[in-house]
Every structure is written in structure tokens, then in C-alpha cells.
């Protein structure tokens, strides 16, 4: 019996934040959600300068033009921002 492993780029659909977390749906379903201290300009930005983000690519990453942060969706995966 063989098994087909499906290989999938992590791609982010929906990007929010709370007071405390960062919020990332990916198109595949998943959630992620990190601690908003991870990112200090984020911590810092109204909750107007959170909401307008951009994705960048197909969902590869995520930029916020108003306080100039860009993150990508496998850094946030493997934790290391």
C-alpha cells in the first residue's frame, strides 16, 4: 500500500487582531492565532492600522502599509515571526 503525500503552501485568506492575539485563516481552513506582543509595531497600531492589511502574493504574506510590517505566513507557522 503506498501512500501520496500531498505537499500544500501555507496561504493566508482572512488576517484579524484582538487586543491580545493576531488571528490568520489560511485557505485550507486552518487558524492561527500568536500572541500580539510577538510583534511590537502590531501591538502598538490602532485597531484601524491593523485592520488594513494587505495580502502579499497569493497569501504568501501579510503587509501593513500604515505602520510599514510585513510578516509571512510560514514564518508565523514555524514561530519564528
Known sequence: MSTL???????????????????VTLVDGRRLAVPLLWFPKLAEATQEQRRHYDLL???E???W???DE????NGLL????
Open 57 to 59: 502574493g497569493d497569501g
Open 5 to 23: 503525500a500531498v505537499e500544500t503552501y501555507p496561504l493566508a485568506q482572512d488576517v484579524r487582531c484582538t487586543d491580545d492575539e493576531l488571528i
Open 65 to 67: 502599509p500604515d505602520i
Open 61 to 63: 504574506g501579510i503587509h
Open 78 to 81: 514555524r514561530g519564528t515571526h
Open 70 to 73: 510585513d510578516l509571512s505566513v
